[in-house]
């Protein structure tokens, strides 16, 4: 395949060969490449924000009524139903995501779309309470250039969550997804041309984080960043963003809790934590990693929990009854299995799981088996470091005090996860625990109409919601003047 023709990238509207190395993305389930290209330079960065900064001062797009502007993004949403199963495929094969799951993250995109075109046809701005002889007005402006810098973990997903609130505030987008998952946000660019969006618009600039992020960031063009990934990555693009006296929004890390109580419906708990950590391999920012158990029910959830993951389907992404498909790179699952190691020689046992299974044609494939680790403590580093993989470390827990401070001693304050049928005890507990998202008798739900963010290293700002459009626009007060007689002062 090495000599199949790089895929062309969109460059200010443009669409061509990137100026950087040709390099290949690979399908995690065989370690082959699937698809060739050419990597954007510093050269196609330049272009690509000075090309959007044209757009947006001529292309027209900003000035549209909010109706007009909707007008585009429900026909997005359109194209993108239109054209679902393949788009699944194509996640499929970037990622390694089972084919159940990248149908799904398909449909979250388009109803992401649809959303926020809602959104922007009925956002209001506000005549606010005059305190003198004039009228005042809260309007807002979009921004101009803005940045969406996406992860390789639900691609599509998120960068539909960057691009479509950043479109419908009436800003130029630059996405520079991952590395290693480009072709869901080339994708979408071709998508949103197709349905209207201006030429130049949108520009879609992979390769490597480290050269291309920076210069983004860096561009005084830029006016906002929004960012998923990982939060060392996620402080760096913050020191840059604080010299520019720069707005950014931040989705990063997360090491969340799950807690379940004596009481709760254990049917519910088993099936909801194994989805929690399980599901997409764990590569997952808001995964219920650490699980806290109350110590009269430990024995019975944690055998529970252990034959439900023996039962896990690993395999053939492309395998409508997989479950778990690989992880994203070779490379990824030895950083899980040194963490697993780690555990281990922190005085943990495996319960289950700990090795690489055998998946029959895909020998070469990244899969690695769920695993779950106990007889450690909230203090070991297996238990307070983000893994990104199928791990489970499970705690018993008899002190609903000293639960409440091991769960909030972390730096990560993503998400967490209550399981118990007192909703007196649950709403205590949600309130104090600390997190972006609580989960009560369910987990890893989400409504594109709810805010999503986290507190610490996990993040910045949210994104999400009917005003996550707003982060992509400057608020402006006006004064109009209804005094009958001139200023006084100057008499």
Not at 174 to 196: Q, R
Request: hydrophobic fraction near 40%; charge should be negative.
């Amino acid at each position: 395949m090495s000599n199949e023709k790089s895929l062309p990238i969109c460059i200010a509207g443009e669409w061509r060969l990137g100026g950087g190395d040709r390099y290949a993305t690979l399908y995690p389930a065989t370690g082959e490449p699937h698809a060739w290209l050419n990597a954007a330079s510093l050269d196609d960065v330049e272009e690509a924000i000075q090309g959007a900064h044209k757009a947006f001062r001529e292309s027209g797009w900003a000035q549209k009524k909010p109706h007009e502007r909707a007008a585009v993004l429900y026909r997005v949403a359109q194209l993108i139903r239109e054209r679902s199963e393949e788009l699944a495929q194509m996640q499929r094969l970037d990622n390694g995501k089972p084919i159940s799951e990248t149908r799904g993250l398909v449909a979250s995109a388009a109803g992401t779309f649809q959303f926020f075109a809602a959104a922007c046809e009925t956002l209001e701005e506000t005549i606010t309470p005059s305190r003198g002889d004039f009228v005042t007005m809260s309007v807002y402006e979009p921004m101009g250039v803005v940045a969406a810098i996406t992860p390789w973990n639900s691609p599509i997903a998120s960068e539909a969550q960057k691009m479509a609130p950043a479109l419908a505030a009436g800003c130029a987008v630059v996405v520079k997804p991952a590395e290693i998952t480009p072709l869901a946000a080339l994708e979408l660019a071709k998508i949103c041309e197709a349905a209207g969006v201006p030429k130049g618009l949108i520009s879609v600039l992979p390769g490597k984080g480290s050269v291309l992020g920076d210069a983004i960031t860096k561009h005084p063009l830029v006016k906002r960043v929004s960012f998923t990934g990982g939060t060392t990555t996620g402080k760096h693009i913050a020191h840059i963003a604080a010299d520019k006296m720069m707005p950014v929004s931040m989705e990063l890390g997360g090491k969340s809790p799950t807690m379940v109580f004596a009481d709760a419906d254990l049917d519910h708990a088993v099936n909801g934590i194994l989805y929690g950590i399980f599901s997409s391999s764990g590569e997952s920012c808001i995964a219920g990693s650490r699980l806290f158990v109350d110590a009269s029910i430990y024995d019975e959830v944690l055998e529970r929990l252990a034959a439900g993951a023996a039962r896990l389907r690993v395999g053939d992404p492309a395998d409508e009854k997989t479950q778990m498909g690989p992880l994203i790179t070779g490379k990824h699952r030895e950083s899980i299995e040194q963490y697993v190691a780690l555990g281990v020689s922190e005085g943990g046992q495996i319960r289950t799981g700990g090795e690489r299974p055998s998946v029959a044609g895909h020998e070469n494939g990244y899969f690695y088996r769920p695993t779950i680790i106990e007889g450690l403590n909230n203090q070991n580093r297996t238990c307070q470091e983000e893994i990104f993989g199928p791990v489970l470390v499970a705690m018993p827990f008899s002190n609903e005090r000293d639960l409440i401070e091991q769960a909030n001693d972390s730096v990560y304050a993503l998400a967490a996860g209550i399981w118990t049928r007192d909703f007196k005890k649950a709403w205590k507990i949600g309130r104090e625990v600390q997190a972006g998202t609580v989960w009560i008798n369910t987990y890893k739900q989400f409504s594109i109409s709810t805010p999503f963010g986290g507190w610490r290293d996990s993040g910045l700002g949210r994104e999400k919601g009917r005003l996550g459009i707003l982060q992509y626009m400057e608020q402006k007060a006006m004064y109009w003047g209804t005094n009958e007689q001139p200023l006084g002062w100057a008499n």
